[in-house]
């Protein structure tokens, strides 16, 4: 063994205890860094003295030659990772549909003074006061009033679902173009890897920024991450190139891989019918529909509305064709009714209402000519004879009266109060899945965070115990050199 052996065992000493006090600093230094993985040394003792040969010194035993640093690496459960993925996921979705929904309970009003419930309920009023007095010139007028009143409500709904559905489209096409460009991210990080990897390094913060957009994508778009080894190079502990998957609610692959270790991208595309109700006719990623995996994506699309199989679904969709189908039942029952009577002059009813289009909720009307004259509501029941209020009794019976089109012994009135009803249930769901899978998510987060968070106070107490070492390191080659230099420059000192 070479006599100053013990130096360079003090030294590798040194060296190693300083790379951890590096690393501790450098934890430290991130505690508040989103996505940043604690990291931490691996100490390996090194090779003793004499090695195993044939020719090695023959001394008794072996003698150690100090320690070194084996590897830097991050501290990171990838089960931990998976499960966090898998829920937040599912919590990008029901929070995506609770916040659509939420907005349109918000429009809807319901129950207040100011819905539709509420407003047609005056429209019901206004029609049994003028079948007590048909000839008052005022109830004629409040009844025309009450009837804009309704029309200008349905109109008002059907606009502000259709500006809704805009913002929706818009939120998605941005939600699509985040996803493509965390893609493109996540494999630039990919092919950052590839080069250095080879070389025997560890990436840890490249690791630490692939997985924080990986998270991200996550919320979007369940998926599947596992890794392939980049090079027979690598070092053990390398996590190699990141491969993703797409997968459905169970977690289970649907034959898409959105990045590929090759550097292949599986851009998320998304298509729209040129129809008015404009919905989305395909949302895919390598030719597979998006919609089968969970994510805000999917929450977006289902609000906003699809095509299948030739239907169009989809929350604003739906309630969009509920008013227009009641919209269309009332005006024209409406109609008929108002047609079977008289108005002052002894002429037959006009049409009370009009309608114009497809979407009947946004295109009711009150007729001009009631606008411009009451006098020609009809009624009576019997011409030239304005005392009856008899036809605007049916009318106002109509309300409650089952009518086929909108499905078995349902009225208009019980017809608004099912969809409002729906409407409430599903809010109230999507918001409790809300909560629910922010809890799930939550909790996983927190375990994740337990094992990969930075703790400042056992950082500190790292820091101690390397600078303990580090110095105790200096002392034994203080030591050394002392013994080194009595054999150098005291020894062979007598006679002279």
């Known amino acids: 063994m070479s006599t100053f052996h013990g130096l360079e065992m003090a030294k590798q000493a040194l060296f190693a205890q300083q790379s951890a006090l590096y690393t501790t600093g450098h934890n430290i230094s991130n505690a508040n860094t989103d996505g940043y993985s604690r990291q931490r040394v691996n100490f390996e003792a090194m090779n003793p003295y004499p090695s195993a040969s044939r020719n090695r010194p023959q001394i008794p035993g072996q003698i150690g030659t100090g320690v070194q640093i084996g590897s830097v690496e991050r501290v990171r459960s990838s089960f931990l990772d998976y499960q966090f993925r898998a829920e937040n996921s599912k919590s990008g979705y029901w ?10 309970e ?21 029609l049994q006061d003028l079948a007590v007095s048909p000839d008052n010139a005022g109830a004629r007028s409040v009844v025309v009033e009450r009837g804009v009143a309704v029309a200008e409500t349905f109109n008002y709904f059907s606009k502000s679902l259709h500006s809704i559905r805009a913002d929706l489209q818009n939120q998605t096409d941005v939600t699509v173009k985040d996803a493509n460009s965390l893609l493109r991210q996540i494999n630039g990080i990919n092919e950052q890897v590839k080069q250095l990897e080879p070389h025997g390094y560890v990436a840890n ?13 996550s919320s979007i778009v369940n998926i599947k991450v596992t890794h392939e080894k980049s090079s027979d190079g690598a070092s053990a502990i390398a996590e190699g190139i990141a491969k993703i998957e797409v997968v459905d609610s169970n977690g289970k692959p649907l034959g898409v891989t959105l990045i590929d270790p090759s550097g292949e991208i599986n851009e998320i595309s998304v298509a729209y019918t040129e129809e008015a109700m404009g919905a989305v006719t395909s949302l895919e990623a390598g030719g597979i529909s998006i ?44 109609n008929q009714v108002h047609h079977q009577g008289y108005d002052l002059d002894g002429n037959e009813g006009i049409d009370f209402f009009e309608i114009n289009g497809e979407g009947a909720a946004g295109s009711i009307t009150v007729n001009q000519e009631l606008l411009n004259d009451a006098d020609k509501l009809a009624a009576s029941s019997a011409a030239n004879n304005a005392g009856d209020g008899e036809n605007a009794g049916k009318l106002a019976d109509m309300f409650n009266e089952n009518l086929e089109v909108l499905g078995k012994n349902t009225s208009v009135t019980s017809f608004y109060q099912s969809i409002i009803g729906e409407l409430g249930v599903n809010a109230q769901e999507a918001i409790r899945m809300t909560e629910n899978t922010y809890t799930l ?9 337990s094992v990969s968070a930075v703790s400042l106070d056992e950082e ?9 070492a580090y110095n105790a390191s200096a002392r034994s080659m203080t030591a050394v050199d002392e013994m080194i230099d009595r054999i150098i420059n005291n020894m062979g000192l007598v006679g002279r």
């Open 95 to 104: 929070n995506t549909k609770a916040s659509a929904l939420s907005r349109m």
């Open 106 to 126: 918000d429009l809807m009003n319901e129950p207040s003074e100011n819905g539709l419930a509420k407003t047609m309920d005056q429209f019901w009023q206004s």
């Open 205 to 217: 913060d490249l690791y630490d920024e692939r997985d924080r957009l990986i998270d991200q994508l």
């Open 291 to 334: 919609l089968d995996s969970n994510g805000s994506l999917k929450g977006l699309i289902e609000s906003f509305g699809y095509e299948s199989d030739g239907n169009v679904s989809g929350v604003y969709v739906d309630m969009l064709k509920d008013l227009n189908k009641m919209a269309k039942a009332f005006g024209e029952t409406f």
């Open 441 to 449: 998510r939550s909790q996983v987060e927190n375990q994740r965070m």
């Open 460 to 468: 500190m107490a790292n820091m101690i115990k390397f600078q303990h």
